[in-house]
């Protein structure tokens, strides 16, 4: 059974920053694109950053790119998202997800498996 579990989530000033982790079992994360997507309170989805399954390649939202960093330790199933120069817009529930495959579907919001989230505040 496939089972992502985020953690890392808090409340920091703007400016701050924060680590993510998502840790992975159930499937063969060394094979498998994955990402993270954020929503704010009463917004939708959105689609934040990709990582490839060797992490040589990575995508991000314009709203992150250049304050955030995608990477994974395959050797320990685990997933980060680090968070920089965080802004109070920054502030929502972040989900790690995929689809299981080595394609890496960036953009989306749709992926078929999810993490339970984990909240990040960004405020004063």
């Known amino acids: 059974e496939v089972h992502l579990v985020e953690s890392g989530g808090g409340l920091v000033q703007p400016g701050g920053s924060l680590r993510l982790s998502c840790v992975v079992s159930?499937?063969?994360?060394?094979?498998?694109?994955m990402s993270w997507v954020r929503q704010a309170p009463g917004k939708g989805r959105e689609w934040v950053s990709t990582?490839?399954?060797?992490?040589?390649?990575?995508y991000y939202a314009d709203s992150v790119r250049g304050r955030f960093t995608v990477s994974r330790d395959n050797a320990k199933n685990t997933l980060y998202l680090q968070m920089d120069s965080l802004k109070t817009e920054d502030t929502a529930v972040y989900y790690c997800?995929?689809?299981?495959?080595?394609?890496?579907?960036?953009?989306?919001?749709?992926?078929?498996?999810w993490g339970q989230g984990t909240q990040v505040t960004v405020s004063l």
């Open positions: 997800a995929t689809d299981l495959g080595w394609i890496p579907k960036w953009g989306r919001n749709d992926y078929k498996y």
């Open positions: 990582i490839t399954i060797g992490g040589g390649s990575t």
């Open positions: 159930g499937f063969t994360f060394s094979n498998t694109a």
